[in-house]
RNA sequence: GCGGGCGUAGCCAAGUGGUUAAGGCAGUGGAUUGUGAUUCCACCAUUCGCGGGUUCAAGUCCCGUCGUUCGCCCCA
């Protein structure tokens, strides 16, 4: 085959489609400026170091999924992966931190994996994201899964869980690192090979592992809560009660674990179950580490970020969209007329209406028809006899009435087309 | 990176080794060369993602490849 097909992983959002994608983004305009939260646009390449350092070496994101290339002038480039390191790089960058206070912001825009496209998942996929940056209260996580859940309110999106755990400080991680393989060792034999291989790597991840025998291990292992220091332990207290208290059900899931490194403390995701595999539709928390990691001032902080086309899924099935329509459609035959056209069009514009021209020059009733199924509210006629006499006919199509207009009068009786048509 | 399903027109889709590749929607032209939503007629795949193989014969079987889909891994 020798036609150019998209990159595997990749799609076209077409014109079919793209009323959710512009119901999603006005939402969460709208959404995000309510609760004081800034847009900020950051670089869709960054230098390849600003991945590795912030979201961890060692991450399967980092270790194997970027797209990282060579410029021309021999950088080492990648694709953004996720949207918070950059959003931190430009916090530091542009001392945003030196305005004080708290720094609310948000994004939307690609990012890219390299992996096996599924069901929502894809290699360049859309998230939208927000991060408080400056606050170490834990009102600061309540509010920005509050924030979460108004935008999916406000988008239509229904059933959610939210699933919250805490993965606690640095100290916390690695005490619960050696409580967790200390119980876990004994049934090394028992673990799938992955699980058995994270033992000495990465055992926390061995919690969230979905084949059976490792689960029903995993079911009576320590749990990260009981190994909090008071400090830790007291914050997370305090953000379940602020949840509770505004009425955010929530789950508390011990084995939730984010798979970049820079999150510590809260851990949350919300889910659906009509999602097949990929069920996190948002994912976020806790990242006191990262500025300060990335040579910014210690400053704590807090984030998420939704996958938008997993929360287009979701809409999908729930809400069809509703069928493109333009309130006029100008019908025309015959030379003057045909020009004449496209000034009654442009007048109709001007009036504030939207207008589609027919271009085709085909019959009177092929015109009607296309005008008909691109659902107009009326047909303005030009014919002969209408350019002669420099008038145009106007039909609505619902009742059939038809009346004739002098084109040098359009602007003015068009104005009062809304009162009389447009309400039925 | 690993494992399973699928790939026929713009869309949905029949076809399971025998030769003219159903049907529906959409589209185009006409009945109706100045009036739509109904109706009727005609046209719309030398070819079944692509490449190779088996066979007298392949959309149908086999291999490869690309894409897609579901799951694993991982994540939003």
Same mark, same amino acid.
Request: net charge negative; aromatic share 8%.
């Given at each position: 085959?020798?036609?150019?097909?998209?990159?595997? &992983?990749?799609?076209?959002? #077409?014109?079919?489609?793209?009323?959710?994608?512009?119901?999603?983004?006005?939402?969460?305009?709208?959404?995000?400026?309510?609760?004081?939260?800034?847009?900020?646009?950051?670089?869709?390449?960054?230098?390849?170091?600003?991945?590795?350092?912030?979201?961890? $070496?060692?991450?399967?994101?980092?270790?194997?999924?970027?797209?990282?290339?060579?410029?021309?002038?021999?950088?080492?480039?990648? #694709?953004?992966?996720?949207?918070? +390191?950059?959003?931190?790089?430009?916090?530091?960058?542009?001392?945003?931190?030196?305005?004080?206070?708290?720094?609310?912001?948000?994004?939307?825009?690609?990012?890219?994996r390299?992996?096996?496209?599924?069901?929502?998942?894809?290699?360049?996929f859309?998230?939208? &994201?927000?991060?408080?940056?400056?606050?170490?209260?834990?009102?600061?996580?309540?509010?920005?899964?509050?924030?979460?859940?108004?935008?999916?309110?406000a988008?239509?999106?229904?059933?959610?869980?939210?699933?919250?755990?805490?993965?606690?400080?640095?100290?916390?991680?690695?005490?619960?690192? $050696?409580?967790?393989?200390?119980?876990?060792?004994?049934?090394?034999?028992?673990?799938?090979?992955?699980?058995?291989?994270?033992?000495?790597?990465?055992?926390?991840?061995?919690?969230?592992?979905?084949?059976?025998?490792?689960?029903?291990?995993?079911?009576? +292992?320590?749990?990260?809560?009981?190994v909090?220091?008071?400090?830790?332990?007291?914050?997370?207290?305090?953000?379940?009660?602020?949840?509770?208290?505004?009425?955010?059900?929530?789950?508390?899931?011990?084995?939730?674990?984010?798979?970049?490194?820079?999150?510590?403390?809260?851990?949350?995701?919300?889910?659906?179950?009509d999602?097949?595999?990929?069920?996190?539709v948002?994912? &976020?928390?806790?990242?006191?580490?990262?500025?300060?990691? #990335?040579?910014?001032?210690?400053?704590?902080?807090?984030?998420w970020?939704? &996958?938008?086309?997993?929360?287009?899924?979701?809409l999908?099935?729930?809400?069809?969209?509703?069928?493109?329509?333009?309130?006029?459609?100008?019908?025309?035959?015959?030379?003057?007329?045909?020009?004449?056209?496209?000034?009654? +069009?442009?007048?109709?514009?001007?009036?504030?209406y939207?207008?589609e021209?027919?271009?085709?020059?085909?019959?009177?009733?092929?015109?009607?028809?296309?005008?008909?199924?691109?659902?107009?509210?009326?047909?303005?006629?030009?014919?002969?006899?209408?350019?002669?006499?420099?008038?145009?006919?106007?039909?609505?199509? *619902?009742?059939?009435?038809?009346?004739?207009?002098?084109?040098?009068? #359009?602007?003015?009786? +068009?104005?009062?087309?809304?009162?009389?048509?447009? *309400?039925?």
């Amino acid at each position: 085959m020798s036609t150019i097909q998209a990159l595997r &992983g990749t799609k076209d959002i #077409l014109p079919t489609d793209i009323g959710y994608w512009q119901h999603l983004e006005a939402t969460a305009r709208q959404v995000l400026a309510q609760a004081a939260f800034q847009e900020i646009r950051t670089p869709i390449f960054e230098q390849t170091e600003l991945f590795a350092r912030g979201i961890g $070496e060692a991450t399967d994101v980092v270790g194997k999924e970027m797209y990282t290339f060579s410029d021309r002038g021999d950088r080492s480039i990648t #694709l953004r992966p996720e949207g918070t +390191a950059g959003a931190v790089r430009s916090f530091i960058e542009n001392k945003l931190y030196g305005a004080g206070g708290i720094q609310r912001l948000w994004y939307s825009g690609p990012m890219f994996r390299y992996e096996r496209p599924q069901a929502g998942r894809q290699r360049q996929f859309h998230q939208i &994201g927000a991060e408080v940056l400056g606050s170490a209260d834990p009102r600061a996580e309540v509010e920005a899964s509050a924030v979460a859940g108004n935008l999916l309110t406000a988008v239509g999106v229904k059933s959610l869980k939210l699933a919250l755990n805490s993965v606690g400080d640095r100290e916390d991680r690695q005490r619960y690192r $050696e409580k967790l393989v200390e119980y876990l060792t004994p049934y090394k034999d028992e673990l799938d090979p992955d699980s058995k291989d994270r033992l000495t790597r990465n055992p926390l991840r061995i919690l969230d592992a979905k084949v059976e025998r490792t689960r029903e291990i995993c079911v009576d +292992a320590p749990s990260i809560l009981d190994v909090l220091s008071a400090a830790s332990a007291e914050s997370f207290e305090t953000e379940k009660q602020g949840l509770t208290t505004m009425g955010i059900d929530n789950t508390l899931d011990n084995r939730l674990v984010r798979g970049l490194d820079y999150y510590t403390h809260t851990a949350f995701e919300i889910q659906s179950d009509d999602l097949g595999a990929q069920a996190t539709v948002c994912g &976020g928390g806790r990242y006191d580490g990262l500025v300060a990691e #990335l040579g910014g001032p210690e400053t704590s902080a807090v984030g998420w970020a939704m &996958g938008m086309e997993r929360l287009i899924l979701l809409l999908q099935a729930i809400q069809p969209l509703p069928e493109p329509s333009v309130d006029f459609y100008v019908v025309s035959r015959g030379d003057r007329a045909e020009i004449q056209a496209l000034g009654v +069009a442009q007048t109709l514009r001007q009036a504030g209406y939207s207008v589609e021209v027919d271009l085709s020059g085909s019959a009177f009733g092929k015109q009607f028809k296309r005008g008909d199924r691109a659902g107009a509210k009326a047909c303005a006629i030009l014919g002969d006899a209408e350019a002669d006499n420099n008038t145009v006919q106007i039909k609505w199509l *619902n009742s059939g009435e038809q009346t004739e207009v002098s084109q040098v009068e #359009l602007l003015e009786t +068009a104005k009062n087309f809304h009162t009389q048509n447009f *309400n039925n």
